[in-house]
């Protein structure tokens, strides 16, 4: 079989094992850290998709798959079905106070929100003591007398009339102690809009306007050139304020590698344009807040938040409010492209409390590490609770794994001196380097015969059996 040129539409992937090299870790703050990693040059966004739902997640041009039976802090990849979606009443209150401080202010705001409070309170008291008043504010004596002369069969004969009366009249249905307002009672109609586009968003009045726009990242588009510096600025006020990084350390170039540059090759399909995006929040023209996103055939990934704090406080949760914001944006999206109906929000954390926010989005699943199946989130929480790391196999399974391929290492894809090929034409005769036999391990046999492998051939290694 001739090589085929490299220009042909295909992931291109340098690999690393990194399995034997701990690094930091960001949540228990320990060395223990232990991840593989892939450089890659060109990702298309069905093998993204793939990667996903085998347990990597990218951060710029880099993709990368923590090895959770090692790691000190397990990753699990963690998604939302959000046409199931069930917004609760902490998430419902943390979009009610964003709002209201858009609409009224810091201080405006959180003086309404008292307000609102105390008039319920004095209604409910209202109420209440005019419930406890007779008829007359001050009864005489005489009317005292004629009630207590009331005959009491009379009375009892009263009682069953205006019972009878009252079961006669149709009553209106009342809403469960625990009934769910729907998406569209909380967040306004409007969240989608073309890429570019501003979308204005009504909260409610007041002086001061809230928008949304989502833009490509990518400095071919007009507006995300336009918009960089001042996003940049955003990032740097949240890496510094929030996560305490030194300055030095959230320069521009680190923010362009980190959250601007994309390997994603983006398309249009049914009128949905797919690939890499920031949104931006905007409250009076201003960026507060950015939302790194990439829009896949079958899902919304959240890549990154960073925002504000000097507009944000400490009493506003956006991390909350910008995730039931993205769970539209999917159902919104999904309405257009229907392959396209979860939400997946990266890892969840359970040996880091300050990461457990995530199981609040309900309902959630979990992916196996092993099965690479599909499980809800509340039966597995017991098992986290017991052991940090869990196969996950004792609870059932929502969705299956995808069907798997024969392994057959001939067939795995490689790129050299910028030719397609595969490993039966390059290692005709060779004993199977031990790094090509883990990351078809880690990619699995389809990735593996799909996407290309960066090779430039290896010194030779100890020979391992094709099935590992």
Same mark, same amino acid.
Request: proline share 7%.
């Given at each position: ?76 990849? /963690? ?22 401080? /858009? ?26 003591? /005019? ?103 955003? %990032?740097?006020? %949240? ?47 201003? /960026? ?17 938040? %960073? ?131 883990? %990351? ?29």
């Amino acid at each position: 079989m001739a090589a085929a040129a490299a220009t042909d539409p295909v992931t291109a992937v340098q690999f690393l094992d990194l399995s034997t090299r701990p690094s930091h870790c960001g949540y228990c703050g320990g060395e223990g850290a232990v991840s593989q990693g892939m450089f890659v040059e060109r990702l298309l966004l069905e093998d993204y998709q793939a990667l996903l739902d085998r347990g990597w997640r990218r951060s710029g041009s880099y993709v990368y798959k923590p090895v959770l039976e090692e790691t000190c802090c397990p990753l699990y990849t /963690i998604r939302c079905p959000v046409a199931q979606f069930a917004p609760s009443r902490a998430q419902r209150k943390a979009v009610s106070k964003v709002h209201s401080f /858009i609409r009224d202010g810091e201080e405006k705001g959180m003086d309404t929100e008292a307000r609102t409070e105390k008039e319920k309170l004095s209604t409910s008291n209202k109420t209440t003591d /005019i419930a406890k008043k007779p008829a007359t504010a001050t009864p005489s004596p005489g009317s005292r007398r004629v009630e207590g002369l009331k005959k009491k069969k009379a009375w009892r004969m009263e009682k069953r009339l205006e019972k009878a009366s009252k079961a006669e009249q149709p009553k209106e249905p009342k809403a469960p102690k625990n009934s769910v307002r729907p998406l569209s009672d909380l967040l306004p109609a409007g969240n989608l809009g073309a890429a570019d586009e501003m979308v204005e968003q009504a909260v409610g009045g007041g002086g001061r306007s809230f928008a949304l726009r989502l833009v490509r990242a990518s400095m071919a588009d007009r507006v995300f050139r336009e918009t960089f510096e001042e996003s940049f600025l955003v %990032y740097r006020e %949240y890496q510094t304020m929030v996560h305490g990084d030194p300055p030095h350390e959230c320069d521009m170039r680190t923010f362009a590698m980190f959250l601007a540059d994309s390997p994603l090759v983006g398309r249009v399909e049914q009128g949905v344009e797919l690939g890499a995006f920031h949104q931006h929040y905007l409250v009076d023209g201003r /960026i507060v807040a950015v939302a790194v996103l990439d829009l896949l055939p079958s899902c919304l990934s959240s890549v990154y938040l %960073y925002y504000s704090p000097g507009f944000w406080g400490r009493r506003l949760s956006p991390g909350t409010y910008s995730a039931v914001r993205e769970v539209q944006l999917t159902l919104q999206l999904g309405a257009l492209l229907p392959s396209l109906q979860h939400y997946y929000m990266g890892y969840y954390v359970h040996s880091c409390p300050k990461m457990r926010y995530k199981a609040g989005l309900q309902p959630s699943h979990l992916l196996s590490p092993t099965l690479l199946s599909w499980h809800p989130l509340p039966p597995c929480l017991p098992l986290l609770d017991a052991a940090k790391y869990s196969t996950l196999e004792e609870v059932e399974e929502v969705e299956a794994a995808p069907a798997t391929l024969e392994e057959q290492m001939g067939k795995v894809r490689l790129l050299v001196d910028g030719k397609l090929s595969t490993w039966a034409q390059e290692g005709s005769g060779m004993s199977v380097p031990s790094r090509l036999v883990v %990351y078809r391990r880690l990619v699995g046999q389809g990735l593996a015969e799909r996407m290309a492998l960066q090779w430039e051939g290896e010194e030779q290694e100890e020979p391992l059996s094709d099935g590992e």
